[in-house]
């Protein structure tokens, strides 16, 4: 968040101090969010030995116009990708995570624990309440 203020005076400043605690308040949230993200993913990846559920990690990144970013990505595992966009069958131990567990198991599993934390955990009414108490 940018802001420039001229011939500013006690109101230029507080207005600055609150964008800058705001955009902390901000950043707070939304890494949490791609926490929950990476590890409600795992969750919902297919299971054989545990290296799919265990790959997510976050990644903070610069984005456009220098804001900061986090990213969620599988690292080091390049059937990541086949598994979330493929069609197939779930093996034994898939099944048993599936039943277990507290989410479905299968394909689409990023794009599912995005919406997962969008909707259910309500990430959006988090970030406006952030930015309000800073």
């Given at each position: 968040m940018?802001?420039?203020?001229?011939?500013?005076g006690a109101l230029g400043v507080q207005l600055l101090k609150t964008a800058d605690k705001s955009t902390r308040a901000l950043?707070?949230?939304?890494?949490?969010?791609?926490?929950?993200?990476?590890?409600?993913a795992g969750e919902m990846a297919p299971y054989k030995k545990g290296d799919l559920e265990d790959s997510f990690v976050v990644e903070k990144m610069m984005g456009m116009k220098n804001r900061t970013?986090?990213?969620?990505?599988?690292?080091?595992?390049?059937?990541?990708?086949?598994?979330h966009e493929s069609v197939y069958n779930l093996?034994?131990?898939?099944?048993e995570k599936s039943?277990?567990?507290?989410?479905?198991?299968?394909?689409?599993?990023?794009?599912?624990?995005v919406d997962y934390v969008v909707h259910d955990l309500k990430f959006m009414e988090r970030a406006r309440r952030a930015v309000r108490m800073k």
């Open positions: 940018g802001v420039r203020i001229k011939n500013s950043r707070r949230v939304q890494l949490q969010g791609a926490h929950e993200i990476a590890e409600i970013t986090y990213t969620v990505k599988s690292v080091g595992l390049p059937y990541a990708v086949r598994m093996g034994p131990g898939s099944v039943e277990s567990g507290r989410f479905v198991v299968g394909r689409k599993f990023l794009t599912r624990a």
